[in-house]
């Protein structure tokens, strides 16, 4: 199996398999297809509950497609967040913490569950579950905006806003934390940051999704007492 990550930042993901390979691939993720593949739509692999626990603690689907290859094929895959696509090495030592709802595909042998974080510590924004990949193989990754890759030497120490945080190797150790005073935490829009403590890999990107969302409630608003027209990014037309 290869693949080619395409189109940046407006990413696609481009497999190509051979005959027997089999990719799995969230709900709705596929943009097109070439040769003779075979889909199978399942729910996901585990117990009732543990579907139910991926499905509405950890931002995915319930159902998931496997993509089988009867000869040589190619599929297309992308996810909803405008912006890069990032593959994850995942290997029986070393798994990952993962945003929920970036979730792309994966192979065979990656097992996805979620994980707790508990109430004091935050970690990507303000979600209490995250999706935890285990297992051996590929994982495959949509963020907003590019996707930025750190690995981290032992002690060594990184700062990273919540809502920026993409994905976390279960070796490094974190905790969220203030930064700045209540005036900062008000005023400022900085109140939580992720202190991320090596060894481990994270990824991180450029874009903040709450930041943006909030940017286009305050353009409706604006388009809404002011007439018809669009707003975006602080321009108006019409």
């Known amino acids: 199996m290869q693949y080619q990550i395409l189109k940046e930042p407006m990413a696609i993901l481009d497999i190509q ?12 993720a596929r943009v097109y297809m070439k040769g003779d593949i075979e ?13 139910i626990k991926v499905t509405a603690l950890g931002g995915e689907s319930f159902f998931v497609n496997d ?14 967040p405008l912006g890069d696509i990032v593959r994850l090495d995942i290997d029986s030592g070393s798994g990952f913490i993962v945003q929920s709802g970036s979730y792309v595909a994966s192979t065979q042998s990656v097992m996805l569950d979620t994980q707790w974080q508990g109430f004091t510590k935050g970690l990507f924004g303000s979600e209490f579950f995250m999706l935890k990949a285990t297992g051996q193989g590929d994982l495959f990754l949509n963020a907003y905006g590019g996707i930025i890759h750190k690995q981290l030497a032992p002690g060594e120490k990184i700062m990273i806003d919540n809502y920026h945080l993409v994905a976390l ?16 935490m008000i005023l400022g829009g900085e109140g939580l940051a992720t202190e991320i403590t090596g060894p481990g890999s994270l990824y991180f990107q450029t874009k903040n999704i709450r930041e943006f969302i909030g940017m286009l409630g305050i353009n409706q608003r604006t388009e809404t007492t002011s007439g018809s027209g669009v707003s975006f990014g602080g321009f108006r037309i019409g």
Do not use: M
């Open 17 to 28: 398999v051979r005959s027997s390979e089999k990719i799995t691939a969230e709900s709705g």
């Open 39 to 51: 889909i199978q739509t399942r729910t996901r692999e585990g117990g009732f509950l543990k579907k």
């Open 67 to 80: 993509y089988i290859a009867h000869g040589d094929c190619s599929i297309g895959l992308t996810g909803p």
């Open 169 to 184: 190797s279960n070796q490094a150790t974190y905790r969220v934390t203030k930064v700045g005073g209540t005036k900062t």
